[in-house]
């Protein structure tokens, strides 16, 4: 079992920037690549970013390519999400997941794991 727990997220006003943590626990963070998703009230969860493991080339939905960076610190077992230039259309509650594997996926279906989630709203 891997835990997941996220943390970062708040109230900010378009055009800011939040920086959220998830941090891993239970079995050993090597081995799992980790993703980003947020979801919205009344739809569907949707992939935000992913990086695999053990790092390499991230991976970003059109929607945050040149505002999101996904980085990981594996000696803390953690992985961050650099928010800048937030807009109202990325609030949401934003969930970090792990999957066992190199291989990243931009489909919540493929992911083992799940964190609870941090909320994030962005005000106009």
């Known amino acids: 079992q891997v835990q997941l727990v996220e943390s970062g997220g708040g109230l900010v006003q378009a055009g800011g920037s939040l920086r959220l943590s998830c941090a891993a626990s239970?079995?050993?963070?090597?081995?799992?690549?980790m993703g980003w998703f947020r979801q919205a009230p009344g739809k569907e969860r949707e992939f935000v970013a992913a990086v695999q493991w053990p790092g390499g080339t991230p991976y970003y939905a059109d929607s945050v390519t040149g505002r999101f960076t996904i980085s990981r610190d594996n000696a803390k077992n953690t992985i961050y999400l650099q928010m800048n230039t937030l807009k109202t259309e990325d609030t949401g509650v934003y969930l970090c997941?792990?999957?066992?594997?190199?291989?990243?996926?931009?489909?919540?279906?493929?992911?083992?794991?799940w964190g609870q989630g941090t909320q994030v709203i962005v005000s106009s």
């Open positions: 239970g079995r050993t963070f090597s081995g799992y690549s």
């Open positions: 997941a792990a999957r066992r594997g190199s291989t990243v996926y931009t489909t919540a279906y493929n992911y083992d794991y």
